[in-house]
């Protein structure tokens, strides 16, 4: 069975500032995805960036990027220029490449402070 | 191109009664999903669908629970004798079979229930 451990249950950060959010996973699959999305207060969850576990090149969405160790099970989230309206809850989840479903995290409130 | 749209946004009922809610996903999204969200927690996956067939359910959808997809486009939950246990956020999430986003699942607003 897959799992997803967040850490930190509470971020802040100064606006402009970078963040790291951590995420660590485990899984016995060999192929698979992991996934941050964003939460904002009462409104839907968006995809903010996904990493195919195949790839050993970390993938990057503009102010967006992941750290993805492999065989620490790592999958980090950096928020450079941060930005107030990247408050929000943040959650790392894990899917397996020919699977159902998506396990997540227990999230991690980032507040970016003005 | 519509998002995954939820209906209603928000229910309040009391223990004992049924409450259905529906799940319109992404057109030509043929993989549907439920996932329920306590509060201060992530997602837990409860059913997901491909097309009009029910492939998985979680061991958290008991027998009071039950989901449809009956032409593969929209899906409904239904609550049976609500408990004040099933307070939750209930999200539907659909994703494509093709393209170059078919690992990514798109999420609805989600319903909000509250059990009285």
Redesign the interface.
Known sequence: AQTVTQSQPEMSVQEAETVTLSCTYDTSENNYYLFWYKQPPSRQMILVIRQEAYKQQNATENRFSVNFQKAAKSFSLKISDSQLGDTAMYFCASGELYGNKLVFGAGTILRVKS | DT?VSQNPRHKITKRGQNVTFRCDPISEHN?L?W?RQTL??????LT?FQNEAQ??K?RLLSDRFSAERPKGSFSTLEIQRTEQGDSAMY?CASRPIQGAST????????TRLTVL
């Not at chain 2, 201060?40 to 996956?45: A, H, I, L, M």
């Not at chain 2, 690992?103 to 989600?110: E, H, I, L, N, S």
Request: proline fraction near 9%; charge should be negative; aromatic fraction near 26%.
């Open positions: 998002g993989r999903y996932y201060g927690q992530g997602p837990e996956f997901y492939l998985e979680s999200l690992d990514t699942q798109y999420f609805g607003p989600g």
